[in-house]
């Protein structure tokens, strides 16, 4: 699987947008973007994933740029529940396994 | 739906010994996957069980096994336990056994061996 980058840590203050950038620039034109968030003493939780345009969810928007080697994990409002590590993950079409890395670490601060 | 459930949630072992994990997978999900998260580190993939069978394995010795039944519940077993096989373990379930749509996780189960 290709390699991403994350920033280690970021803050944020509540109520503020929070934009949470990856770089991918060895993505190939099958692979998949995902994100997935883990908050303390939990397991990974799906956010969002897409492949070359926008998408948006209930949680978050993804932002893929055009030549998709970036993408930006957008949470509008961030909450004191927002905090967790952020994970960057590519996907082919075939891949049966999630290849985490060391992810980024949001802190929201009141 | 209760989701993705994994028992016991903390589990003590004296090293040599042998620990099994269990798992039940999200309701309509027929693949079960394992991980392993050391702390501070993010999870590594252990193997992924579809159909009863083990159908992908990471970077992990043999003394990791798994087991899925037909109800599509799954379980983990480590034998001769090292003090660094203390970890998190995590099983996810999805639907198929590509992972290209939604994973679920449960929330684990923390081993420390001692």
């Known amino acids: 699987d290709a390699k991403t980058t994350q920033p280690n840590s970021m803050e944020s203050n509540e109520e503020e947008p929070v934009h949470l950038p990856c770089n991918h620039s060895?993505?190939?034109?099958?692979?998949?973007i995902h994100w997935y968030r883990q908050l303390p003493s939990q397991g990974p939780e799906y956010v969002i994933h897409?492949?070359?345009s926008n998408v948006n969810n209930r949680m978050a928007s993804l932002a893929i740029a055009e030549d998709r080697k970036s993408s930006t994990l957008i949470l509008h409002r961030a909450t004191l529940r927002d905090a967790a590590v952020y994970y960057c993950?590519?996907?082919?079409?075939?891949?049966?396994?999630?290849?985490f890395g060391s992810g980024t670490q949001l802190t929201v601060l009141p | 739906d209760a989701g993705v459930t994994q028992s016991p949630t903390h589990l003590i072992k004296t090293r040599g010994q042998q620990v099994t994990l269990r798992c039940s997978p999200k309701s309509g999900h027929d693949t079960v996957s394992w991980y392993q998260q050391a702390l501070g580190q993010g999870p590594q993939f252990i193997f992924q069980y579809y159909e009863e069978e083990e159908r992908q394995r990471g970077n992990f010795p043999d003394r990791f096994s798994g087991h899925q039944f037909p109800n599509y519940s799954s379980e983990l077993n480590v034998n001769a336990l090292l003090l660094g096989d203390s970890a998190l373990y995590l099983c996810?379930?999805?639907?198929?056994?590509?992972?290209?749509?939604?994973?679920?996780f449960g929330q684990g189960t923390r081993l420390t061996v001692v």
């Open positions: 996810a379930s999805s639907s198929g056994q590509r992972v290209n749509t939604e994973a679920f």
């Open positions: 060895t993505i190939s034109g099958t692979d998949y």
């Open positions: 993950i590519l996907l082919s079409g075939s891949a049966r396994q999630l290849t």
């Open positions: 897409g492949l070359t």
